[in-house]
């Protein structure tokens, strides 16, 4: 021992080095100091290409190498687990380190001494700018020296929760409980007070807007680059559903599925509007009893069909000669209206009769199928047109007779003598070609047929009164010249 601290006792001084080597005081396990100011110990490769040493002075110690080679380290033999390399860069685990700080796998930054476990990163000015680490046990966070230094951006990592401008995230993506801008996503790059794409909240409104009154709000299915549009909201407030362009505040295309252009869902029935490939449209009330109403509050206008100007509280306008409001059961009964031939109709479609009521009362006039015509309740005799059940009044009537009995006067006419009157009258009981009373009573008067047989009996007593008038002109006569021979008989005497 004493000659190996001899020779390097001797070499060193050889090289104008000193070197003191310090056993303990009791000869134990060797405490060994080399004791330099500046370079101290220092390894050679056997070329000299490579050399490794350290450094010491009153300030500062140093591990390092003297040639422009990476300083490795390592431990049990494995080669290297650290590298330093000539540019300053560090590499843990990886083989040339491409940043100052490379590592190959993973990384962990422990909490220590009530500091929590993260990394702080420094503004341009190398003053401190933002802290990325834990804000606490669940919330991973970054902080930021803004304006006001506080911490930005929280991450609940064991609920996945994000959190904007809060730490207490509540939902996959929470905002501060405050309105305007939340989320910018184009044309809002240049300052707070510019337009753009975004979504916001204002008062107790959840907003999406677009920068100008020119832009629109569109919605569909596919990537943006191979977008399908299916509902637009224009800039003017106009909504189009399969339409890009609506110039209405609503236009919607026709559907082709099982309900159609619209579905509005009641308790038990639908509306439907353009309904499937049919283009048939049914407006229900929504359950049962419930009412379809229009223009429901006077002097709201009025309602047409068939015409965009109606005139009335309900016009209905048709083409050439057609029908226009038609009612129907379920047994076939249809009564409506009908225009045509210059002429408005009122009337049943099907073979069933048509009637008129007042105060919901029973029919007060009836046609039937027929074509006949039934005042009141009473039912019309067979062989008749019309009945009324009950008394008519009119100013004039007007009956079509024929023939008319003017065949009175005509030489072929065979006028009874009286006296066969007076015996048919004796053995009947009434005029000759007069019904008898009984079947005026039981059956009705025929008003024609009645003044026929009265016009027949009044011109026959008008021959009848001629011929008497005739012979009362001869008596006459013979008496005149009678009462002459008898006034001359008596001026002879």
Not at 148 to 162: E, H, I
Not at 171 to 195: C, E, M, Q, R, Y
Not at 199 to 207: E, S
Not at 385 to 409: A, H, N, Q, R
């Amino acid at each position: 021992m004493k000659k190996l601290l001899l020779l390097l006792f001797v070499s060193a001084s050889a090289l104008g080095q000193s070197v003191e080597i310090r056993p303990d005081a009791y000869g134990l396990q060797p405490n060994t100091f080399i004791t330099k100011t500046g370079r101290g110990f220092e390894q050679t490769d056997g070329s000299g290409t490579v050399k490794l040493g350290t450094f010491v002075n009153n300030s500062l110690a140093y591990i390092q190498t003297y040639t422009n080679h990476a300083l490795r380290f390592g431990t049990n033999s494995v080669g290297q687990q650290f590298i330093l390399n000539t540019d300053g860069k560090i590499g843990i685990g990886a083989d040339i380190p491409s940043y100052w700080l490379d590592v190959k796998g993973r990384a962990r930054i422990k909490h220590f001494s009530g500091e929590s476990a993260g990394i702080w990163y420094n503004k341009t000015d190398n003053t401190e700018g933002a802290f990325v680490g834990m804000y606490n046990n669940d919330i991973y966070g970054l902080f930021g020296m803004g304006t006001v230094s506080s911490w930005k951006f929280g991450f609940d990592l064991v609920n996945t929760k994000m959190g904007i401008g809060t730490m207490t995230p509540k939902h996959p993506l929470t905002f501060p409980n405050a309105v305007g801008d939340k989320i910018s996503f184009w044309g809002g790059n240049i300052a707070t007070t510019d337009n753009h794409y975004g979504i916001g909240v204002q008062g107790a409104a959840f907003q999406f807007y677009v920068p100008t009154n020119t832009d629109n709000i569109v919605f569909g299915t596919g990537r943006s680059a191979s977008f399908t549009e299916k509902v637009r909201i224009t800039g003017a407030g106009n909504v189009g559903i399969g339409k890009n362009n609506p110039q209405g505040s609503l236009e919607v295309t026709r559907g082709t599925g099982v309900n159609g252009t619209a579905a509005f869902y009641g308790t038990t029935h639908t509306s439907h509007f353009n309904y499937s490939t049919e283009e048939n449209t049914f407006i229900r009330g929504g359950k049962a009893n419930a009412h379809v109403l229009l223009n429901d509050l006077a002097g709201l206008g009025n309602v047409g069909i068939g015409t965009a100007v109606p005139a009335h509280k309900l016009q209905v306008n048709t083409t050439g000669n057609n029908s226009g409001i038609v009612h129907a059961n379920n047994v076939g009964v249809q009564v409506g209206t009908y225009i045509g031939y210059n002429m408005g109709w009122l009337g049943t479609f099907s073979n069933h009769p048509l009637a008129l009521f007042v105060n919901n009362g029973q029919p007060a006039l009836t046609i039937t199928a027929d074509e006949r015509f039934q005042f009141g309740g009473s039912t019309i005799p067979a062989g008749y047109k019309m009945s009324v059940d009950g008394k008519v009044i009119c100013t004039e009537l007007e009956v079509l007779v024929t023939p008319w009995p003017d065949y009175v006067f005509k030489s072929d006419y065979r006028l009874k003598p009286l006296h066969e009157v007076e015996n048919f009258i004796q053995a009947n009981g009434h005029l000759p070609n007069i019904p008898k009373a009984e079947e005026i009573e039981n059956k009705s008067l025929a008003v024609g047929n009645m003044s026929k047989l009265q016009m027949e009996k009044i011109e026959e007593l008008t021959l009848y009164l001629i011929e008497i008038n005739k012979r009362l002109q001869k008596v006459e006569e013979e008496n005149a010249q009678l009462k002459k021979a008898l006034l001359a008989t008596k001026s002879q005497n």
